[in-house]
C-alpha cells in the first residue's frame, strides 16, 4: 500500500461517541452510491430523470457519480483533525503516510469551512463543471452564497490553512488525494472521465440535491449502515446497502397503468357513475399529450374531488408519477377530506403496499391516522396502505406516496427554507392537487405562484380546484405554471361555468364544462343585526334549520347567546380545543349534513365562522350572513338547500340569503379588517336580488373583481402590492438559471414549523397552545369534558402524553399581535414551565405552551379575561369592560 492508498483509508467520516467506532471517509462515500442506486432502481419514477433534463442511464451515472464523491470536502486538513480528537489512532496513521497536522491548529475556524462547501470548491478546482460541483455543495440543506478557486493564490484564499494546514508538503498530498477520489467516483459511476459529465440547469440542480440529501440522510443512519470497530482498516463488505434497503423496507412504488377511466372503473373507485362534468374534465385529461396545468372551477358539490383523484390516477399513468399530493387551506378541511382520499388509495393498492401521510400541525392526533398501519406487517397480506417511520418527519412526509396535507406545506416549495430540496423531490415525483384555491390572498398567492413556476419546470401535473376564480386570477396561475408573462386576453374575458382551463404543452385551452346538476334560485334580501333573531324565529318555530355565518369569532359568540332563548344553538368556530371541535363537526355532520332528518333539523340555529364554508357538507333551511367578498359569499350560499328533501319548513321552501349590512358599514368593523373594503363595497353594490347557482357564480364574481378607478381601488391595489412585497422576503426566485448559487439566501428559521408555515402565511396570525385545568392545589388537570378531567401525572406516560396533545387551541388573533405577540409567549412560558418540567422529555409536548385555567374554567392573559366552555369556546374580555 503506497502512502496515498494509506491515507484514503484512514481518512475519517464519522465517529460513535468513544474511540472505539469509526466510518471511513471512503466506506461512507460507497455507502451513499450503493443506497443512490437503490433509489434510483427502486424509489424514483420513471418520468424523474427526464424531469432532471437527462437521459434515464445518464441521470444514474450522473447520481451515483454525486453520492460517491459528495463527502471529498471532509478530506480537508482541518476537518480530519478535528475529528482526528475522538479517533487519535487514525489521526497518528494520517500524519504517519504523510500529512502534516500542525499542533497549533486553529480548530475553531472550522466551521468558516463546512465541508459541503469545501467540496464543491474541490470539485471545481478538479476541473468539475460547477452545475455539478454546486450540488454537492448544497447537500447539508442550503446552497452556498458563492465559492472561491482553490487555484488562486494562497493569499486570496479565505481560510487556506483550513484546507491544506500549515505545511506546504500537504498541498501536493491532498490534490493526490482528491483527484484520486475524484476518479474513483467517476468509475464506479461509469464515467470514462471528467468530460462526460452532463450539464444541467437550475431546476435540474434542485432535484439531484435532495436526492442526494436524501441517499446521505439514509447512509448516515446508523441503524442501516453501522459504524465499523476502529480495527477495521480496510473493510470489504459489499452487501452493506443490500442488508440496509432490506431493512428500510420502502413500500413497492406506485405505478398506475390505467390512462383511460370508464365508468365502471370510476364507480368502482368512489361508488357512483360520474356526472356529465366529471366525464367531460377526464375526456380532456386522457385527451391530453403533454399534461401541465389544469384549473377545475365548478360548483360546491358536483364531485371536483373525486374527479381530482381520479384524473390524478390518468395523470400519474401518462406522466410516470409515482404518487398524488392533496393540500387544503386548513387542518379542519385536510382531516375532513382524508378519509376520501384513504378510501380512494386503498383501492390503488390492490397488490402491493403504498405509503401514505397527513402531514400538518397536529396530524399526530387525528385518530384514523393513528390506526394505519406502521411498516409492511409480516403476515401473508401483500397489500394495502401503512405509515413508513422514515416519512414521518415534516421534511420528508412528502416523500411518501399518497399525502394529505395544510396547502402550506406546498406553499414552502417557494420558501427559502433549509432542505427545500427534498420537498422539491417529493412533490416533482406527485400529480398535485390543491383544492379551494379561492382561499387564498395575495400574500400566499405569490407562493402559489412561484411553487406552480418550478411544478412547471418539473414537468408535474398539477390539478388546482375552486368553486369559481376571477378570470384574472386564473390566468396569472396558469401563467405562473408556464414561466410566461402574457397570456391571450380572449382567456380573460370567459364567463362560462362550469369551466375548465388546461395546458397542453405550451398552449392553454379553455372549455365551458356541461352541467347536469341542479339549478337553484337563492333569494338575496338585507337585514340588519337587529334583525337575527327575529329571522331565526320566524324559520326554527315551524320546524327549520337556519346557519348564521359571521366574519369573527366575537360576533358567533354574541349571536349565539342571542339567540340560545328562542332556538337550539350550536356554535362552531376555530377557538375549541381539538376534541371538542371534533365533537361538533360531527354533530354538524349527523343534525345538518346530508343525511340528517327532519326531526334532527328541527328548531336548530347553527352559528359559525368562515370555517362554516369550507369543505363541510352541511345544508341550511335559511341562511344569514355577514357581508364578505362576492366569490365567498357564494360559497356560504352553497350550503343553503344543498341536497334534495322531501321536507322543509312553509316558511323555508325557496331558498332566501340574509345578508346583514349593518356590520361591514361601521368603518371600526372587524370585516373592514379581514376583507378588503373595495371588495366588500364591490360585493354590495354588485349583490342582486337574487342569485342562480351555478348560472350566475361566474358573472357575478368577475363583475366584482373587475377593474374600477377610484380611491377605494387605487387602496386596494397597494394593499396588494405590500403583501407581494413582504412575500419576496422568504420567497426562493424563478427556476430559470445556471446556478442554485444564493438560491436560500437569508433562510427561514429551519427548526420552528410554525415559523416555517407563518412565512408562507403572511406571519402568524395565531399560534396554538394547550388549554389545561391547574386546581388551587397546584395539579393539572384535563377540563371537564375531556377524560372525565382526570389529574395529569408529573411526569405522564407516551399515552397520557398524547391525550395532553390533543387539548390543542388556536389563540384569537387579538392575542398574536406583531405588538403584543411576544409579551404573550412570555407570560405563557411563565405560568406554565415551572409546572410542566416533567412534559418536556415527550415529543408531544416539548416545547408546547399551556394555558392554565382555573376551576371555573377562567384564565388571565396580558390584561384579558379569558373563558372556556364548550358551549362557546374560548372567550376574552378586556379587564377594563368586565369593571
Not at 394495502?384 to 406516496?401: T, V, Y
Not at 396535507?405 to 417529493?426: E, I, S
Not at 352553497?638 to 361591514?664: F, K
Amino acid at each position: 500500500m503506497n502512502f496515498t492508498e494509506q491515507i484514503l483509508y484512514s481518512l475519517m467520516a464519522k465517529t460513535g461517541k468513544n474511540s472505539s467506532e469509526w466510518l471511513p471517509l471512503l466506506q461512507h462515500l460507497q455507502d451513499t452510491a450503493d443506497i443512490m442506486s437503490c433509489l434510483c432502481d427502486e424509489f424514483l419514477s420513471p418520468s424523474f430523470a427526464k424531469a432532471c433534463g437527462l437521459e434515464e442511464n445518464e441521470f444514474k451515472k450522473l447520481a451515483i457519480f454525486l453520492a460517491a464523491v459528495h463527502d471529498i470536502g471532509k478530506a480537508i486538513v482541518v476537518f480530519q483533525y478535528k475529528i482526528g480528537d475522538k479517533l487519535p489512532e487514525r489521526k497518528s496513521a494520517l500524519e504517519a503516510s504523510g500529512i502534516n497536522f500542525n499542533a497549533s491548529h486553529d480548530k475553531g475556524k472550522a466551521k468558516q469551512t463546512p465541508h459541503a462547501f469545501a467540496g464543491e470548491e474541490i470539485l471545481n478546482l478538479l476541473g468539475c463543471p460547477e452545475c455539478v460541483s454546486t450540488v454537492v455543495g448544497s447537500h447539508h440543506g442550503v446552497p452556498a452564497e458563492s465559492v472561491q478557486d482553490l487555484s488562486w493564490p494562497q493569499e486570496d484564499i479565505a481560510f487556506y490553512e483550513n484546507y491544506y494546514g500549515r505545511d506546504k508538503e500537504n498541498v501536493e498530498v491532498l490534490q493526490d488525494i482528491w483527484q484520486t477520489i475524484f476518479d474513483m467516483a467517476l468509475d464506479y459511476a461509469g464515467f470514462l472521465d471528467v468530460s462526460e459529465l452532463p450539464d444541467i440547469d437550475r431546476s435540474s440542480q434542485m432535484l439531484l440535491s435532495g436526492m442526494l440529501i436524501m441517499a446521505d440522510w439514509l447512509a448516515s443512519n446508523t441503524e442501516l449502515f453501522p459504524l465499523l470497530s476502529v480495527e477495521d482498516l480496510k473493510p470489504d463488505d459489499k452487501l452493506r446497502a443490500e442488508r440496509a434497503w432490506a431493512k428500510l423496507d420502502f413500500p413497492q412504488m406506485w405505478n398506475p397503468e390505467r390512462s383511460v377511466i370508464s365508468n365502471e372503473d370510476f364507480k368502482e373507485a368512489f361508488g357512483f357513475e360520474p356526472r356529465l362534468v366529471q366525464s367531460e374534465v377526464l375526456k380532456i385529461v386522457e385527451n391530453s399529450e403533454n399534461p401541465g396545468i389544469y384549473i377545475f372551477e365548478a360548483p360546491m358539490g358536483c364531485g371536483k374531488t373525486e374527479t381530482s383523484l381520479a384524473a390524478s390516477e390518468i395523470l400519474a399513468s401518462k406522466c410516470g408519477k409515482n404518487g398524488v399530493f392533496f393540500g387544503l387551506p386548513t387542518q379542519a378541511t385536510a382531516n375532513g377530506i382524508f378519509p376520501r382520499i384513504l378510501s380512494w388509495a386503498e383501492k390503488q393498492s390492490t397488490e402491493f403496499y403504498h405509503s401514505v401521510q397527513l402531514n400538518h400541525g397536529s396530524a399526530v392526533l387525528n385518530p384514523l391516522f393513528q390506526n394505519i398501519q406502521r411498516g409492511i406487517p409480516q403476515e401473508e397480506s401483500d397489500s394495502g396502505l401503512i405509515i413508513h417511520n422514515w416519512f414521518c418527519d415534516s421534511k420528508k412526509a412528502c416523500l411518501a406516496d399518497f399525502v394529505t396535507a395544510t396547502v402550506d406545506q406546498m406553499l414552502m416549495l417557494a420558501l427559502k427554507r433549509k432542505h427545500v430540496m427534498l420537498l422539491h423531490l417529493g412533490l416533482s415525483e406527485k400529480v398535485v392537487v390543491i383544492d379551494e384555491v379561492h382561499a387564498y390572498d395575495a400574500y400566499m398567492s405569490e407562493y402559489l405562484e412561484m411553487a406552480l413556476q418550478w411544478l412547471g419546470s418539473y414537468n408535474t401535473p398539477v390539478i388546482l380546484l375552486s368553486a369559481t376564480l376571477p378570470s384574472a386570477r386564473r390566468m396569472s396561475l396558469v401563467r405562473a405554471y408556464l414561466g410566461i408573462k402574457k397570456s391571450d386576453d380572449r382567456f380573460e374575458k370567459e364567463q362560462g361555468y362550469p369551466l375548465l382551463t388546461w395546458t397542453d404543452g405550451k398552449d392553454i385551452r379553455q372549455q365551458r364544462l356541461s352541467y347536469d346538476g341542479v339549478h337553484k334560485t337563492v333569494s338575496v334580501k338585507t337585514c340588519v343585526s337587529d334583525d337575527v333573531v327575529q329571522l331565526v324565529k320566524n324559520v326554527t318555530e315551524n320546524g327549520g334549520c337556519v346557519g348564521v355565518i359571521v366574519n369573527t369569532v366575537r360576533r358567533a359568540q354574541m349571536f349565539a347567546e342571542l339567540l340560545q332563548d328562542n332556538a337550539k344553538v350550536l356554535l362552531y368556530h376555530a377557538q375549541f380545543v381539538l376534541p371538542d371541535r371534533a365533537k361538533k363537526e360531527k354533530q354538524l355532520v349527523d343534525l345538518v349534513g346530508k343525511n340528517s332528518t327532519p326531526e334532527s333539523r328541527s328548531g336548530l340555529v347553527v352559528v359559525g365562522t368562515q370555517v362554516l364554508e369550507q369543505s363541510l357538507d352541511i345544508d341550511f333551511d335559511m341562511l344569514i350572513t355577514d357581508m364578505c367578498p362576492m366569490d365567498l359569499l357564494l360559497q356560504r350560499m352553497g350550503r343553503l338547500h344543498r341536497h334534495e328533501r322531501g321536507v322543509r319548513p312553509d316558511t323555508a321552501q325557496t331558498p332566501v340569503c340574509y345578508v346583514i349590512t349593518d356590520e361591514y358599514t361601521n368603518m371600526e368593523s372587524a370585516s373592514r379588517k379581514i376583507y378588503s373594503h373595495w371588495l366588500i363595497n364591490k360585493t354590495a353594490d354588485t349583490l342582486p336580488d337574487s342569485i342562480t347557482l351555478p348560472d350566475d357564480i361566474s358573472p357575478l364574481v368577475q363583475e366584482v373583481y373587475s377593474v374600477t378607478s377610484d380611491e377605494c381601488y387605487d387602496k386596494y391595489i397597494n394593499e396588494q402590492k405590500k403583501s407581494k412585497s413582504r412575500a419576496d422576503c422568504f420567497r426562493i426566485s424563478k427556476p430559470k438559471g445556471k446556478s442554485i448559487h444564493g438560491l436560500l439566501s437569508k433562510p427561514v428559521e429551519t427548526g420552528d414549523e410554525q415559523l416555517a408555515q407563518a412565512a408562507v402565511r403572511d406571519g402568524i396570525s395565531s399560534f396554538d397552545v394547550l388549554l389545561m385545568q391547574l386546581s388551587a392545589d397546584e395539579k393539572i388537570h384535563f377540563l371537564p369534558d375531556q377524560y372525565g378531567g382526570a389529574e395529569v401525572s408529573e411526569c405522564p406516560d407516551d399515552e397520557e402524553c398524547r391525550r395532553i396533545a390533543e387539548q390543542k387551541l388556536r389563540l384569537p388573533t387579538m392575542f398574536c399581535q406583531s405588538w403584543n405577540i411576544d409579551k404573550n409567549i412570555r407570560e405563557l412560558k411563565n405560568n406554565c414551565m415551572k409546572y410542566i418540567a416533567g412534559w418536556q422529555n415527550s415529543p408531544w409536548l416539548k416545547n408546547q405552551l399551556v394555558l392554565f385555567l382555573d376551576e371555573d374554567l377562567k384564565g388571565e392573559l396580558n390584561g384579558y379575561d379569558l373563558h372556556y366552555s364548550f358551549e362557546k369556546g374560548l372567550e376574552f374580555t378586556k379587564k377594563e369592560e368586565c369593571e
